[in-house]
């Protein structure tokens, strides 16, 4: 088993699509098909579910994606903290993101072309590691913390089909969307959120699918195919939805809102170079 099966295993477990992940990895789908096989051979056991072309982790692939991340993630981790030794990488920041504030791996590099000093380590939810310089994350609450800075607030919204006959209006009422199919996200506050809103209006939710990943892309091939609906956060997701594919409609009647947050150790306080970090994300967020 080698570092090259893992990142190609969790890239295709993230995106849901051997060709999109093959695309994004900058090699073939055949070559890419062939390494996972090459895995799942050497672990005797399929990590996959495999229907046409879609392709989304079993039970088995969702447990080894927790393990495969941890090892990712810590040697990450080794590389950075040995370049800081050698002197070779500098101005390491250690962030910690509990929540999804865009596709995995686009904030570093779009930071990086903005501030080419700065190397972000990011953190995904499941690391076990506990050091970390930022932590951003989601709460329904408001908070007031020394150690706690807001970031944003948004409110969830319907995310429909472009097809879909509500699709047009300028608002909607949960209600309406009580005969159509959920697409679920398990991560995020979305399971949370989506269940209170259903309690709140009396309904029992027709659940047709249910991803599990740090990315909604899979999410929104579903809801682009006619597949169902569902709620997503209307600024820090806002990027991946493609208006001709997916259109965001705000609820009139049962409404939730999260608040976004950037937290730092009580003891050692931001520094510099997370300073601009924080106010990057800020703007971004603010701007969708």
């Given amino acids: 088993m080698t570092f090259l099966q893992l990142q190609y295993f969790q890239?295709?477990?993230?995106?849901?699509?051997?060709?999109s992940a093959a695309e994004t990895l900058s090699i073939s789908p055949a070559s890419l098909s062939k390494t996972i096989h090459q895995l799942e051979a050497e672990l005797g056991i399929q990590l996959f579910s495999r229907e046409g072309r879609r392709i989304s982790l079993n039970q088995a692939g969702s447990v080894f994606l927790e393990y495969a991340t941890e090892i990712l993630d810590t040697m990450n981790a080794a590389r950075l903290e040995l370049g800081n030794l050698t002197g070779t990488i500098r101005h390491v920041l250690h962030v910690r993101m509990d929540v999804l504030l865009d596709e995995p791996g686009r904030i570093p590099v779009e930071l990086k072309a903005i501030h080419?000093?700065?190397?972000?380590?990011?953190?995904?939810p499941s690391s076990t590691r506990g050091i970390y310089d930022l932590r951003f994350f989601a709460t329904s609450n408001e908070l007031v913390d020394d150690n706690v800075e807001?970031?944003?607030?948004?409110?969830?919204?319907?995310?429909?089909?472009a097809t879909h006959p509500l699709a047009s209006q300028h608002e909607i009422r949960f209600q309406e969307l009580a005969k159509t199919p959920f697409i679920l996200f398990q991560d995020d506050g979305h399971e949370e959120t989506f269940m209170s809103m259903c309690a709140d209006a009396n309904i029992k939710p027709q659940v047709n699918l249910a991803f599990s990943?740090?990315?909604h892309g899979g999410l929104h091939r579903a809801?682009?195919?006619?597949?169902?609906?569902?709620?997503?956060?209307?600024?820090?997701?806002?990027?991946?939805?493609?208006?001709?594919?997916v259109v965001l409609v705000p609820f009139c009647d049962i409404m939730r809102k999260r608040h976004i947050y950037c937290a730092h150790p009580a003891n050692r306080p931001i520094t510099e170079d997370g300073r601009l970090v924080i106010d990057y994300i800020s703007k971004k967020l603010n701007q969708a």
Avoid: N, Y
């Fill in 11 to 19: 890239t295709v477990a993230r995106v849901g699509s051997i060709a």
């Fill in 116 to 124: 080419p000093e700065i190397t972000l380590d990011i953190m995904p």
């Fill in 150 to 161: 807001h970031i944003c607030s948004e409110r969830w919204v319907a995310a429909l089909p």
């Fill in 213 to 215: 990943s740090h990315s």
């Fill in 223 to 245: 809801i682009s195919e006619g597949l169902g609906f569902s709620i997503v956060p209307e600024r820090t997701w806002k990027s991946e939805w493609k208006q001709d594919q």
